[in-house]
C-alpha cells in the first residue's frame, strides 16, 4: 500500500528547538518492513499543500496526535476528507489512546490505543482485505453508529525486536536550519513511578511495565545516525533512561567504543533520587553532556502532592554532584499546584537558587485528559480548560482554577526563578509567558 504518514503540528507554536516525531518513525520503519511504500510529513516543517499532492497516489494515511494538536489533526483530517472522501485515515498516538471514542466520532476510520507498531500492520491487512476495522486488535472504530473495540493488544516486551526508526522518511536539513543541536534517540519506554501530572497516562501509552532496548542496539543506531547524518550529539526521550544503573552504562560505554563512536555527547532526564557519583562517573564515560531533572517544586508539601517520591534533600544532593562532575543540568519546574501557597512559591524560587541549574524550564501543573491531575481538579471543580490547546502547559497561563495564590503570585514566582538563572535558554520567550501569567 501506499501510506502517508502525518505529524499535524500545523500552524502550531514550538516551544524551543524542534524536534523530529519518533514515534512515526518506528511506524514508517515497521509500514516499509512489511513492504509498503511510505510518506512522511511533519507539518512544523513540511507545507500541507505537500500532503495534498501526495494525496491521489494514497491508500492510507495514519495521523499521530496528542491532546494538544488533536484540533490540529482533525483539521488535516477534514481537508483529506473534501479531496478524497473514502480514503482511510486512522489517527494514533496519546489522544487515540486516551480518548479513543472521541477520536474515532470526530471521523477518523480508526483510532489505534496504545504501541502502534503491530497495530498498523494488522489495520493495513484489514482495509487491503476489506475486514472491518473494530476487529483489529489494538484499535477501535465505527460499527453503525457506535464506537466498538477490537480486542486488547499487549505491549511487545523486546524493544530489539523492532526495527530502528527509519530516519530516512524525513529531511533532518529543515531540522538543522532550525539550529537543532540533537537527534532524538529512546532507549527505553515507560516509567515505574507514580507522579500525579503523567499516569496513568503513561501506562496506557508505553505500557505498565519499563521496556529497554539493549545497549548494543542504542549504540549502533547512534553510530548509524553518526555515519548517516555527520552528528554525533544526541537528545534521549525516555522518561528516565538510568534505570539500569552504573551496570548498564558500563556494557553502554564496551557497545559505543565497539561501535566506534567513543566521541559522541548526548543529553537525557533522571529523577534525582537516582543519581550517584558512581552512576555520574560511568555516564561521563559514555558521553552525557547534561541530565534534566523533574524538580518540580522546593516545598515538600507540593511534592507530596504532585505524587513526586523525592525529597528537597535528594535534588540538592544530585545537582551538587553534577556540578562537581562537570554534567550540565536542566531544572524543569511546575508552578501552579492546586494546593499551592504564597510560601511554597517561595520555597520553590529558593530551591532553584541553591541548586544553581544551567539551565529552566518552568510549567503551569495541568490537569490534562489521562492524568490524575485531571481526575482530581474534575472532583474538585478545579479545571478551566475549555479547548484542547489549554492543555499545552507550555502555553496555557490558568488551567486550574487557584484559591490559595493569585495569578501575580505565579506570575512572580515564574520571573523570580527566571532571574536565578540568567544563562537559561528560551528565556525571552518564558518571560514574556511570565508576564502573560499576571493576566
Not at 63 to 73: E, K, P, Q
Not at 283 to 296: P, R
Request: net charge negative; hydrophobic share 40%; with cysteine.
Amino acid at each position: 500500500m501506499n501510506i502517508i504518514l502525518v505529524y499535524p503540528r500545523w500552524d502550531y507554536p514550538t516551544f524551543g528547538q524542534l524536534q523530529e516525531p519518533l514515534g512515526l518513525l518506528h511506524i514508517g520503519a515497521m509500514l516499509k518492513a512489511h513492504g509498503d511504500t511510505v510518506k512522511f510529513f511533519d507539518l512544523a516543517v513540511d507545507a500541507i499543500e505537500r500532503v495534498d499532492e501526495a494525496l491521489p497516489d494514497a491508500d492510507l494515511v495514519c495521523i499521530s496526535s496528542s491532546t494538544v494538536l488533536f484540533g490540529r489533526a482533525c483539521l488535516v483530517l477534514n481537508r483529506i476528507k473534501e479531496t478524497r472522501p473514502g480514503l482511510p485515515v486512522i489517527v494514533g498516538g496519546p489522544h487515540a489512546t486516551l480518548m479513543t471514542e472521541d477520536a474515532v466520532m470526530r471521523g477518523f476510520d480508526a483510532a489505534v490505543i496504545g504501541e502502534g507498531e503491530y497495530t498498523a500492520i494488522d489495520l493495513v491487512e484489514a482495509i487491503q482485505e476489506g475486514a472491518p476495522l473494530y476487529e483489529v486488535a489494538g484499535a477501535a472504530a465505527k460499527k453503525g453508529d457506535e464506537v466498538v473495540f477490537g480486542p486488547t493488544r499487549g505491549f511487545e516486551a523486546d524493544l530489539d525486536t523492532f526495527p530502528d526508526p527509519d530516519r530516512t522518511l524525513i529531511d533532518y536539513s529543515k531540522y538543522f536550519i532550525d539550529d537543532i543541536e540533537f537527534v532524538g534517540m529512546m532507549s527505553t519506554r515507560g516509567c515505574p513511578y507514580n507522579c500525579l501530572f503523567c499516569k496513568p497516562m503513561l501506562d496506557k501509552v508505553h505500557g505498565p511495565k519499563v521496556r529497554s532496548r539493549s545497549p548494543k542496539r542504542v549504540a549502533q543506531e547512534m553510530s548509524n545516525v553518526a555515519k548517516t547524518l555527520g552528528y554525533k550529539r544526541f537528545l534521549f526521550k525516555d522518561d528516565t533512561m538510568v534505570l539500569g544503573g552504573v551496570e548498564y552504562f558500563v556494557e553502554f560505554e564496551r557497545e559505543l567504543a565497539s561501535a566506534g563512536l567513543c566521541d559522541s555527547q548526548w543529553v537525557c532526564q533522571a529523577r534525582v533520587d537516582q543519581i550517584s557519583a558512581p552512576l555520574l562517573e560511568q555516564m561521563k564515560k559514555c558521553g552525557v553532556e547534561a541530565i534534566a531533572f523533574g524538580v518540580e517544586s522546593g516545598s515538600q508539601k507540593v511534592l507530596d502532592f504532585f505524587r513526586k517520591g523525592i525529597k528537597i534533600e535528594q535534588t540538592i544532593k544530585a545537582f551538587d554532584l553534577c556540578h562537581e562532575h562537570g554534567i550540565g543540568t536542566l531544572a524543569f519546574v511546575m508552578l501552579g499546584a492546586p494546593v499551592e501557597t504564597r510560601e511554597d512559591l517561595e520555597a520553590t524560587v529558593r530551591l532553584v537558587e541553591r541548586i544553581r541549574p544551567d539551565s529552566l524550564s518552568f510549567s503551569i501543573a495541568t490537569p490534562g485528559p489521562g492524568n490524575a491531575l485531571h481526575d482530581y481538579a474534575i472532583e474538585n471543580n478545579l479545571r478551566n480548560v475549555t479547548a484542547v490547546e489549554d492543555n499545552d502547559y507550555q502555553y496555557n497561563t490558568d488551567p486550574i482554577k487557584l484559591s490559595l495564590v493569585t495569578a501575580k503570585d505565579v506570575s512572580w514566582a515564574a520571573k523570580a526563578i527566571l532571574e536565578a538563572v540568567p544563562n537559561t535558554y528560551y528565556k525571552d520567550e518564558m518571560e514574556a509567558r511570565a508576564e502573560r501569567l499576571a493576566g
